[in-house]
């Protein structure tokens, strides 16, 4: 009995091999087609990814001259703006007795980067880093104080233009002196880094190093 259990086993088996076979056989060479149509497609994919690749690359080098030119045509790049406001006094002695003046001054001190100061070399690719040497942050309008906007706080007696122009220099110096600190540059260097990483990565560049010139 047990032989007999052994011997239908080897028949189903063979059975079912057969019945592979023949499954197979009918198939014919479309099981081939489908995996060599596998394989193209795979081919296809990978050389077209690597050519998408190439042509970005390709793109963003043939349009980097143009964005360069276009960038440096900006001028002045403001990276920090500073109000400030200056009370200046000053008195005097005349024939008909003392005299006093006193007035307001409002100005307005602009940090940033002259781009039309950037070398030949400014700009440099390597590896996937672009790299950016920068001129070193400076007040880009020495006329900064608005005599438009200064107001007079008392005055009495006449005074010459001398006097006046006195008042507006002192004002000046101290305004400037007191703004134009190490804190302040710092200041505008972090924001001109981070202003010009965002433009390179928006041009489609993702890593960016940004330097400013020390000389």
Same mark, same amino acid.
């Given at each position: 009995?047990?032989?007999?259990?052994? /011997?239908?086993?080897?028949?189903?088996?063979?059975?079912?091999?057969?019945?592979?076979?023949?499954?197979?056989?009918?198939?014919?060479?479309?099981?081939?087609?489908?995996?060599?149509?596998?394989?193209?497609?795979?081919?296809?994919?990978?050389?077209?990814?690597?050519?998408?690749?190439?042509? &970005?690359?390709?793109?963003?080098?043939?349009?980097?001259?143009?964005?360069?030119?276009?960038?440096?045509?900006?001028?002045?790049?403001?990276?920090?703006?500073? /109000?400030?406001?200056?009370?200046?006094?000053?008195?005097?002695?005349?024939?008909?007795?003392?005299?006093?003046?006193?007035?307001?001054?409002?100005?307005?001190?602009?940090?940033?980067?002259?781009?039309?100061?950037?070398?030949? &070399?400014?700009?440099?690719? &390597?590896?996937?880093?672009?790299?950016?040497?920068?001129?070193?942050?400076?007040?880009?309008?020495?006329?900064?104080?608005?005599?438009?906007?200064?107001?007079?706080?008392?005055?009495?007696?006449?005074?010459?233009?001398?006097?006046?122009?006195?008042?507006?220099?002192?004002?000046?110096?101290?305004?400037? /002196?007191?703004?134009?600190?190490?804190?302040?540059?710092?200041?505008?260097?972090?924001?001109?880094?981070?202003?010009?990483?965002?433009?390179?990565?928006?041009?489609?560049?993702?890593?960016?190093?940004?330097?400013?010139?020390?000389?």
């Amino acid at each position: 009995r047990e032989m007999s259990k052994y /011997k239908k086993h080897i028949h189903h088996k063979n059975t079912a091999i057969n019945l592979t076979r023949k499954f197979i056989a009918n198939l014919g060479f479309w099981p081939y087609v489908f995996i060599l149509s596998c394989l193209i497609v795979c081919l296809i994919w990978f050389y077209s990814y690597d050519n998408n690749l190439a042509i &970005k690359a390709n793109d963003v080098i043939d349009r980097t001259p143009y964005q360069i030119e276009e960038i440096k045509n900006i001028g002045q790049w403001g990276c920090l703006s500073i /109000k400030d406001e200056e009370l200046i006094d000053t008195t005097a002695k005349s024939i008909w007795g003392d005299k006093e003046l006193a007035r307001i001054y409002y100005g307005k001190l602009r940090f940033g980067i002259n781009l039309n100061k950037t070398n030949n &070399k400014w700009l440099s690719l &390597k590896d996937s880093t672009i790299v950016a040497i920068l001129p070193p942050i400076e007040l880009l309008d020495s006329n900064f104080i608005d005599e438009m906007t200064s107001l007079p706080v008392y005055e009495n007696g006449k005074w010459k233009s001398e006097d006046m122009q006195n008042l507006y220099d002192r004002a000046y110096h101290r305004m400037k /002196k007191r703004n134009l600190t190490s804190y302040n540059i710092k200041l505008a260097e972090s924001y001109a880094k981070e202003q010009f990483t965002r433009l390179f990565n928006n041009l489609g560049y993702q890593h960016v190093n940004i330097i400013f010139d020390t000389k």
